[in-house]
């Protein structure tokens, strides 16, 4: 064939390679990829032009689409060339020079069970074919494709997600990929590189590095920039037990990937940063965390070195918002407490080398923390503000020292300080404390829990260093260091008035051991000290209030088992305490009581003094010695020894008081007594014996010039003559002084001190009134009598003679008279009826007969005989004689002359005055014996009216009584 016959046909052939290229091969190819599109896949396609150039091997696709069998689009783009390198076939590379796709469009549906669109319609159109064998003999070498370039321009990926309830969307636009030099073959001498651009609106991803496919391997750079809160929201939300309300991340690293023999991973340089996080919980709109910013930079992690490390975190503005419900759950471990067995992951199949991590350090600024507790019976908000936290190098090697300091503000006042180091494991701390005027009312709500009181006002300081230790149980640990408490202003719960109050409480220094429990204070300054003690009409001092009922005394609950209580009694047992010495400066004290009408009040102020030596450990001796004053008049003073406290060993105290001013007291008077005080002073002097629970104590009360005012009307005033036990009482001086002693059981609820003291005094008081002449006991036994001795005096039955032996009643009452110048004698003179009577008839008989006083017994009974046998009885002389004597016939003289007289003065005929003549010359007798005999001042003796009911004993001696009474 000749060459223009060859030329011809070449000419013939290009022009058939380019129609069928040019024209044939886009409309077969027009027509094709639809169908294959939807017998694959199930779509319906449609593309508006395809171009292929068979001279430059490129193919060129015109807007493509692609709809679901939904009718929903699903992969669509504008324009999609790519060309392949002829030459490089010769070598067995398929390379494609260029692969450029612009504005493609793919929507990606991850459905409920977590298959993804694109596999479900492949799965759907593509039935698994029958399982042929292979020949094992076959190459198995896989094709190698080389990609020179590979632009995506203007992406948009349309991400749905089924599988979480309720479908989310994330529109990835624009998506940019650039893609140079990747091939499916291991090569020595190059690899690819690439970069992605993708955003989410302001979301951005971009990645950029070296990727080889064969051996995977990868560096490079990625970024994460802006992803929001929701994004984060939606991915790890079955992951985070919060719920994400705001934020925004960016985090970036550089990383190396391989995958060989092994997979390797590795970063480096990794940044991290979250903008405006807030963070609450699932279930609650209520404000759980945000933070301004979080900062970590330096970020490394080795998977096959198992070590992870990350520079400083820094943490600005952080906001965190705790809160206690009334059922005692905590907002931020709600989300912990919602199942009883927690997952526990199952590491026995990972690598057994330790992991290693690190974190070059932690700096929070600018935090605050709030602290709701509704738990307490009122509500409790406490808060952190100016929260400053530096936390130095952590790792895994949790023995090794972290140092540590932190400062913040209290919301209501007041400013902590930490500083030191700590070890995680085991757990030791190091810490030194600062607090300076914290004020003390905003832990009201906690103090109140503790204790019936409202803390108006104080502030408290400390500094000092606290040590922990648990390499071993128990724990142990130490507290030392300065604590004080300043214009502390404290009232009862339901009150407004002042209960404590004090200016300055100072402890220094202060020694606190954990195990054992020891407690050591040196000195306890108390300056100012302030304290309002009232007792309420229902008899309950305010202080007994303070205390507050336990729930099960409320409740009527159970009391602590046996069991408990040792548990308990062992607890305080081992707890050791010592306080060196207390010093009270200028301290007061107010005492009301409401009990009484009108009110009792006074003052105790100007306490000064100290005690020292206080201790629960044998051998303690401690002293007190305090001083003060009483009333704004009155000195006092309390001295003695304590022993050791909580042991039976016995303590001393004396109690002096001087000058008290006995109006004052009016009030208690009044109730008890029936009289108000006018005017007086009061001195004491108690001494006090303390062994365990008992008291024995001596009370030496001295009541000087004591006078009562008006009548008081009182139920409880003692239904005795007062004025006169009063009276008894006092000496030539106006004095009175008593001792009342004292002795019971502190322990129980029926024993007061105080109540013990004036009863006794009350009882004393109206001994003396209602038997007087008791009181007399004194003088009366220097006379050989007995005080009620000295309440009557006998006479001879119709004569105004005493008598034997009774004139030494008349002298001692005399003694006790000019003694008491406030006591009154009051005279009545008395006759006996019939001793008297009788009496009287035989004084009359005698003088008829001529028988005198000193005649004797043998003269007087002739003459008795004489004026019988004279006399007209029917019995002769010595019949009634007979008849006197008896069956024996034998009679006395002293028998025959008293049967003489009784015969005899039956004749006699008494004047009708004859009685009360005898009464009221008796009564003027003695007048005058006490007046003239014994000095007794006219002004205490007063004459009664006579009566006729004095009494006579068996000799016939007629006793006469006194009354006393007081002016």
Known sequence: MSARNISVVVLALVVIYALVGFVGLPWWLERTLPKRLEQRMGWQAEVENIRVNPFTMSVAVVNLTANDSDGERVVAFDRLYTNLGVWRLVTGVVALQNIELEEPYIRLDLLEDYSVNFAIDWQANNPPAEETTTDESASGEPLRLHFHRVRVAGGELLFRDFSRQGQEEFRVTPLDLALNDLATWPRDDADSDYYLLAAVDSQTIEWEGDLSISPLYSKGFIKLGGV????????????????????????????????????????????????????????????????????????????????????????????????????????????????????????????????????????????????????????????????????????????????????????????????????????????????????????????????????????????????????????????????????????????????????????????????????????ITLAGPAFNVVREGDGVHNLQRITQSSSSEDSGGEAPAEDEKSSVEDSESQFIFRIGQLMLEEGAISYTDRTIEPTFTTRLDQLRGSVTGLSNISPQQGKVSIQGRVGEVASMTLDGSLGTLGTDETSELKLTMENLSLPTLSPYFGRYLGYGVDSGKLNLDLDYEFTGTTIDAGNSVVLDRLELGEAVASDDAVSAPVKLGLALLRDRKGVIDIDLPVSGDLDSPDFSVGQVVMKAFVDLVAKAATSPFSMLGSIADLAGLSGEDLGSISFEPGQVALAEGENVKLEALGSALNDRPALVLKVRGAVSPEADAIGLRQQQLFDQLGIAEATSASERIPRLEQAYASSDYVAPLAAFRNDTAGENGEISQEEWERALVERLVTDIDLSPEALDNLAAARGVWLRRQMLESYEVPESQLFLLDPVRDASANEDGKVTIGFELDAR
């Open 228 to 523: 929001t809160h929701a994004t984060l929201q939606h991915f790890l939300k079955p992951y985070l037990p919060y719920r994400l309300r705001d934020g925004s991340l960016t985090v970036s690293s550089e990383y190396e990937l391989q995958s060989a023999d092994e997979l390797f991973l590795s970063t480096s340089n990794g940044q991290l940063s979250i903008e405006n996080l807030d963070l609450g919980l699932a279930d609650s709109d209520d404000e759980l965390l945000t933070t301004q910013s979080i900062r970590i930079g330096d970020i490394q992690f080795g998977l096959n070195s198992r070590e992870a490390a990350t520079g400083t975190v820094n943490i600005d503005g952080l906001n965190l918002s705790l809160h206690r419900d009334k059922a005692g759950s905590i907002n931020l471990l709600e989300p912990f407490q919602q199942g009883d067995e927690a997952e526990t992951a199952d590491d026995s199949a990972g690598n057994d080398m330790a992991f290693r991590w690190s974190v070059a350090g932690v700096e929070l600024g600018k935090g605050s923390i709030n602290w709701r507790d509704e738990q307490l019976q009122t509500a409790a908000d406490l808060s952190l503000e100016d929260l400053n936290v530096s936390v130095d190098e952590l790792s895994h090697q949790l023995e090794d020292p972290v140092n540590y300091k932190a400062d913040a503000t209290l919301g209501d006042g007041g400013r902590l300080v930490f500083n030191g180091q700590t070890t995680l494991a085991p757990f030791t701390l190091e810490a030194g404390i600062a607090g300076s005027d914290i004020v003390l009312a905003q832990f009201g709500a906690y103090i109140s829990e503790m204790a019936n009181l409202d803390v108006r006002d104080g502030r408290l300081n400390v500094d000092g260093n606290l040590d922990l230790d648990q390499q071993q149980d128990p724990l142990t640990g130490t507290f030392s260091g300065t604590g004080e408490v300043t214009s502390l202003d404290a009232r009862l719960g339901n009150s407004d008035e002042r209960l404590i109050g004090w200016q300055t409480l100072r402890l220094e220094p202060v020694e606190y051991n954990v195990a054992p429990a020891r407690l050591e204070i040196g000195t």
